[in-house]
C-alpha cells in the first residue's frame, strides 16, 4: 500500500482488556472491542466487542483495569477468542489497524492468530509524542482529555468509560481523527 492509498484507506481503531500478569498464567484477552473509521471520521454504526472467555478460576492482575471484578460469570460463559474470530477477520484482516501504544494489540492479534498477516499499524502513541513531546501525559485518558476530545468519545460511546476495549477503541479511533488533521505528516511515524 502506498503513502496516498494508505491515507485514503479505510482504518480500524481496536482495544483489547487484559488479564495482566499473573506469575504462572500468560497475559489474556478479555475483551475486544473495535470501531472502523471512514474519511468523515469514527462510523457510529461499526462500533463492535466481545467479552472473551477465561476460566472461573483464572487470577486476574490486581492491577488490571477495567470492569472484569463485575464480569466474571460472563467471561466464564463467553465464547473463545477463535470461535468469534470468523465474525471478526473480515473487520481486521487487510485493513490498517489504529491502536494507542500497538505493541500491545499487535502481540495479542499474532498470539492469536499467527498465520494471519495483520496491519499495516498506526500507533496514536507514537503520533502523540513525535508531534505533541511536551504533553505531560501520554496515556489515552490523559491525550484524549488535552486534545478536548472527551465529549466526542463520550457521544460515540454513551453509557461505557475508560478500560472497557469499545470505548477505548473509540477513544483511539477519535484520536486518530484529530491528529492526522493536525499534523498532516503522521504517516511518517507510522513507515507509510
Not at 1 to 21: L, N, P, Q, W, Y
Not at 36 to 42: F, W
Amino acid at each position: 500500500m502506498d503513502a496516498a492509498e494508505f491515507g485514503a484507506a479505510r482504518f480500524v481503531a481496536i482495544d483489547f482488556e487484559t488479564t495482566g500478569s499473573v506469575k504462572g498464567w500468560p497475559n489474556e484477552p478479555w475483551q475486544i472491542g473495535f470501531v472502523e473509521i471512514g474519511s468523515e471520521g469514527p462510523m457510529a454504526g461499526s462500533l463492535r466487542e466481545h467479552l472473551l472467555k477465561t476460566a472461573p478460576e483464572r487470577p486476574f492482575s490486581p492491577r488490571a483495569p477495567g470492569r472484569w471484578a463485575q464480569l466474571r460469570g460472563e467471561l466464564a460463559a463467553a465464547p473463545a477468542f477463535m470461535d468469534v474470530w470468523p465474525e471478526l477477520a473480515p473487520s481486521l484482516v487487510g485493513v490498517p489497524l489504529v491502536a494507542h501504544n500497538a505493541s500491545t494489540e499487535r502481540t495479542i492479534l499474532e498470539k492469536r492468530a499467527p498465520l494471519t498477516r495483520f496491519g499495516p499499524w498506526v500507533d496514536t502513541l507514537r503520533i502523540v509524542r513525535r508531534f505533541w513531546p511536551l504533553m505531560e501525559s501520554f496515556a489515552l485518558g490523559d491525550v484524549v482529555r488535552t486534545f478536548g476530545l472527551q465529549a466526542q468519545v463520550e457521544a460515540l460511546c454513551p453509557g461505557r468509560a475508560w478500560h472497557d476495549a469499545l470505548y477505548d477503541a473509540c477513544a483511539c479511533a477519535v484520536l486518530f481523527c484529530h491528529v492526522r488533521r493536525l499534523a498532516p505528516m503522521w504517516m511518517e511515524v507510522c513507515g507509510a
